[in-house]
């Protein structure tokens, strides 16, 4: 008797287990994991153990400012990004603690600009544990980001069980949502906005000197993070990156944070007001108001691997053979950017940021283009680049002084497309210093 | 909290645990506090109202109890036939003034909460009609489940009345009954003694009480998420807009509504049942496979069976028995007017039934004319059956084959269609206006028409997840109808008994209507 009742609890709970790995499964499938920004946690989870100098953990101000195929390239530094697009801000004690579970020694690299949302959108968590291993960790963050967000119960089970909402995307299932592929870039971008685009956002750059109202709630949330950190004796550093996203509040909301950060005794890196000195063009190095673009972060991940390497001496990695992995993400990597990147853009200790812009104008005639500009008034020359299709590599056209330059090498009346791209550039004791250019350059069509 | 929500599972499973855990002696206080939780969940304002209920028919019962026991104890004393029925008499007096006080409080909260705007609807209508100041309506709540717990509280304080049983004299296992959550926001109406017959004594923990518990509750999701609310979506579209819609477009939807609304209610009963079969206690079966029925009267016996039952015993049976009927009978009797006799005593109280059925099932001047059309029915089955009788002999139709069947099955289901029209329709004047459109706009192009189908908005994925849901529904009521299913699957291997469950529990998961996107569709029934 008391065999059968063994042996039907034995049944009961190998049912239960069938049920749960079936139903998990097919939960898998059906959440959206695919994008493209949905691979960074993914790949996080496949770096070796103790092998990273830092973790960045944030939202996609993270994987846009910070480019850690860069960072390697330029420095020999290991960092990787924990984040996913939206990431709440009030997750990150939790995702420092599931990040420690593989990197013990990492130094903790924390983005506070999603701290300005006193919101938990429910699209933003998802794309946050729709990607995480299960543990009781993230059980624990779920339950934090649900009370942050103010989620009733009933509306919370779409967290615990992500089918709730994402069950009716059985008529959209493509091939590639059976097998979750993780970032084998090392958490470098390869989004098509950071990629391509570059948008004017000057007018939209605002500064606030003042200290907003930090809600309860976030302030025990901020201090709770603080008492874990503190706790755990952690490195953790604090960052601001700079936005141009026209709302004060914002600005007010972070002047807070930092001042609650730093009277605690953590350390915080403020570089909203900081343009100038990292070399932040806010004409081209952005691809909206809150995310830098590839020749944005280039320069952004320029800054802070030195900040990084000043302050808590990371070694350079470059001739570790044990950093193999690294060298082969940057081959990939490089690619990707490198028909993105105008070859003098990874020329970091030549830029001249004070340098001023100038676009080019085109008139196209029988079998060339004329290609003419303003004078920059602090150049001592210009360098064209052309390419003969997006996917192409930039190649060097011309250097020279003067402020116009016909292109024969053209064929015209085909309706072929040219594009041009031209830098100011100053010599300088024999050294060359290069300007910003309109990245994506002028697309002329014959 | 919604039947159909992870918060119910969660907290039902919650209450069979502790339940089991907690021990026999436990288990009737361990129903008291989910059904207390659960009732005061949806609602705390609510409570009042059914506590009111509850006490003024626990106390009626008590004192009617104690009214016949007092007379029991004289009648043992009493020698003379006429004084016994002089006792008997006042006895019966004296409850009826207790059971009548008792009814008349448990009816009239049941009717202020539900007919008062409809009342004061009527009443303004008749005033603006003579242009006089219309009156303005006082706010009413709507109790959880007020329909329904007041039906089984009529029940018991009847029930004592007619000494089908003794009162309960403990408090807490009457107000776990009336209160229970399973079966308190729609059904089924279960009796008391049937109730309390089965947990007075605790009940033992058996695996089969879960197993097939579950099992039933997966039937029930599978019914009202993956049908029900899908094929809400392609008739509700329909019929609300029905005058942008080709006749036999409202036809397809009505019919496909007579599915809906089926799948709708039986799925939640069995989604209750399920939970209280957990629990270890059984209630009343409300459907038996409806659309298999052959007549009218037959498909009666088989839908909302705990209601039927309800109105057969404390409705049907007394207006049969009463006085009125008993002189109209005798009326007829003297004229020598058997037929009319007969017919009388059967369609009287059919018409009765019907009117307050109608009238129960919403404050609308629709549910009348959908009680008043079954009771046509009803009637004119009764009468014209020995009509119908001579004209299948004279055309010598064979009776006793599938073919004749088959056509009785679709008679009666497309006659409860035309009374679903009145029953889901939003005004009198829509419902004749949809069947006045499904009869002069026919036209079969129309059923192929894409400008109709991408305005439906359904999808061909949706089209076929339905049929084959649909075709899964008829088969297994087919075999239910055969065989005991749940003790069938119990019997076969264990490969077999897995992968049905493992499947049925996938295909609810993934096809069911539920979550953030859709809207929230609660169950038809639960509105009453």
Redesign the interface.
């Given at each position: 008797m008391k065999f059968l009742?063994v042996k039907?609890?034995v049944?009961?709970v190998c049912?239960f287990l069938?049920?749960a790995s079936?139903?998990g499964s097919?939960q898998d499938v059906?959440i959206s994991r695919s994008e493209i920004d949905s691979q960074f946690i993914p790949g996080f989870y496949e770096e070796r153990e103790n092998s990273l100098d830092a973790v960045y953990i944030g939202s996609s101000n993270c994987y846009t400012t910070w480019n850690s195929a860069f960072a390697f390239k330029e420095h020999g530094i290991c960092v990787y990004p924990y984040s996913s697009n939206g990431q709440p801000f009030y997750a990150s004690r939790y995702l420092i603690e599931e990040a420690r579970k593989t990197q013990k020694d990492a130094v903790f690299v924390v983005n506070i600009n999603t701290v300005f949302d006193d919101t938990v959108p429910?699209d933003h968590f998802h794309n946050l544990i729709n990607v995480m291993p299960d543990s009781l960790t993230k059980l624990r963050m779920i339950n934090h980001l649900c009370y942050m967000g103010g989620y009733s119960?009933?509306?919370s089970?779409?967290f615990y069980?992500p089918?709730?909402?994402f069950?009716?995307r059985?008529?959209n299932i493509r091939a590639r949502d059976f097998q979750m592929v993780p970032s084998t870039l090392k958490g470098a971008s390869t989004t098509h906005r950071y990629l391509d685009w570059s948008s004017n956002v000057t007018n939209k750059y605002v500064t606030s000197d003042k200290v907003g109202e930090l809600p309860e709630k976030i302030e025990k949330s901020i201090n709770d993070m603080l008492d874990y950190c503190e706790k755990e004796k952690l490195k953790v550093l604090f960052v601001t990156i700079p936005q141009a996203v026209e709302e004060k509040s914002r600005i007010e909301r972070y002047n807070a944070v930092n001042e609650l950060i730093s009277s605690r005794g953590f350390d915080t890196l403020r570089l909203e007001n900081k343009l100038e000195e990292i070399g932040l063009n806010l004409k081209v190095d952005y691809y909206n108001g809150e995310h830098t673009n590839i020749h944005g972060s280039l320069k952004f991940t320029d800054y802070l691997s030195k900040y990084l390497i000043e302050k808590y001496g990371f070694k350079d990695k470059r001739e570790d053979e044990s950093y193999n992995d690294w060298h082969l993400a940057l081959e990939e990597y490089s690619d990707i950017a490198n028909v993105k990147v105008l070859p003098y853009e990874y020329k970091l200790s030549q830029r001249d940021y004070d340098m001023g812009m100038t676009k080019l104008r085109s008139e196209v005639g029988d079998g060339e283009i004329e290609l003419t500009w303003d004078e920059v008034e602090e150049a001592d020359g210009y360098l064209l680049y052309r390419k003969k299709k997006e996917s192409y590599i930039w190649r060097k056209l011309t250097v020279g002084e003067d402020t116009s330059y016909l292109d024969t090498d053209v064929t015209t009346g085909k309706g072929y497309s040219y594009y041009y791209a031209l830098v100011p550039i100053r010599e300088e004791k024999g050294t060359r210093y290069y300007g910003d250019a309109y990245y994506n350059g002028k697309k002329v069509k014959t | 909290m919604s039947y159909q929500s992870i918060s119910f599972i969660a907290f039902s499973l919650l209450a069979v645990a502790l339940y089991y855990l907690l021990g026999k002696k436990m288990q009737v206080w361990v129903l008291a506090a989910a059904n207390l939780a659960f009732y005061i969940i949806a609602g705390v304002e609510y409570l009042p109202y059914l506590l009111v209920t509850m006490l003024a028919t626990y106390f009626a019962g008590l004192i009617i109890s104690r009214i016949y026991n007092k007379t029991d104890l004289r009648l043992e004393k009493c020698t003379e036939m006429s004084e016994k029925k002089e006792l008997r008499a006042k006895a019966k007096k004296k409850a009826k003034r207790v059971l009548v006080i008792a009814l008349l409080i448990a009816i009239a909260l049941l009717a202020v909460c539900k007919y008062t705007a409809f009342a004061f609807e009527n009443i303004n209508a008749v005033l603006k009609s003579f242009d006089r100041e219309t009156l303005t309506p006082f706010k009413v709540i709507m109790p959880l489940g007020i329909s329904y717990y007041t039906f089984m509280a009529i029940s018991y304080a009847l029930d004592i009345y007619w000494k089908r049983y003794k009162a309960e004299k403990n408090f807490l296992y009457y107000a776990v009954f009336l209160s229970y959550f399973p079966h308190v926001v729609q059904g089924p109406i279960d009796r008391y003694n049937e109730f309390k017959e089965q947990i007075k004594d605790g009940i033992s923990f058996k695996s089969e009480n879960l197993a097939e518990g579950s099992q039933l509750m997966l039937w029930g999701f599978f019914k009202k998420l993956v049908i029900a609310d899908r094929l809400g979506m392609f008739c509700g579209t329909i019929i609300d807009e029905w005058e942008t819609y080709p006749g036999l477009w409202i036809a397809l939807a009505v019919v496909v509504y007579s599915i809906q609304i089926y799948t709708d209610f039986s799925g939640c009963i069995d989604i209750v049942r399920g939970v209280s079969e957990m629990f270890g206690i059984t209630l009343r079966r409300n459907f038996n496979h409806p659309y298999f029925s052959k007549t009218m009267g037959e498909f009666w016996r088989r839908w909302h069976i705990s209601l039927q039952e309800w109105f057969k015993d404390y409705i049907y049976y007394p207006v049969s028995a009463s006085n009125f009927t008993k002189k109209i009978k005798k009326y007829y009797k003297n004229k020598g007017k058997k037929r009319a006799e007969e017919l009388f005593a059967s369609c009287f109280p059919v018409l009765v039934v019907w009117m307050i059925t109608g009238i129960w099932h919403g404050a609308s001047w629709m549910f009348v004319a959908w009680g008043i059309f079954h009771a046509i029915l009803l009637i004119g089955s009764q009468v014209f059956a020995p009509f119908f009788q001579k004209l299948t002999q004279w055309l010598r139709i064979k009776t006793d084959n599938f073919g004749w069947s088959f056509w009785q099955m679709t008679r009666t289901f497309l006659l409860c269609c035309v009374g679903r029209v009145f029953f889901r329709a939003s005004t009198i004047a829509d419902s004749f206006g949809m069947f006045g459109k499904m009869f002069s706009d026919v036209k079969i192009s129309s059923l192929f028409d894409r400008s109709v189908i991408k305005a439906l908005d359904f999808g061909a994925e949706n089209m076929v997840i339905s049929l084959i849901a649909i075709f899964v529904l008829w088969a297994v009521d087919m075999l239910q109808e055969r065989m005991p299913l749940r003790k069938t699957l119990a019997q076969q291997n264990l490969i077999f008994r897995w992968s049905v469950i493992v499947i049925g529990l996938l295909a609810v998961i993934v096809f069911g209507i539920y979550g953030p996107g859709f809207e929230a569709s609660s169950f038809i029934y639960e509105q009453f």
């Open positions: 009742k039907k609890f049944s009961a049912l069938v049920i079936v139903v097919a059906l429910f119960i009933e509306d089970w779409e069980f089918f709730v909402r069950h009716s059985w008529d | -």
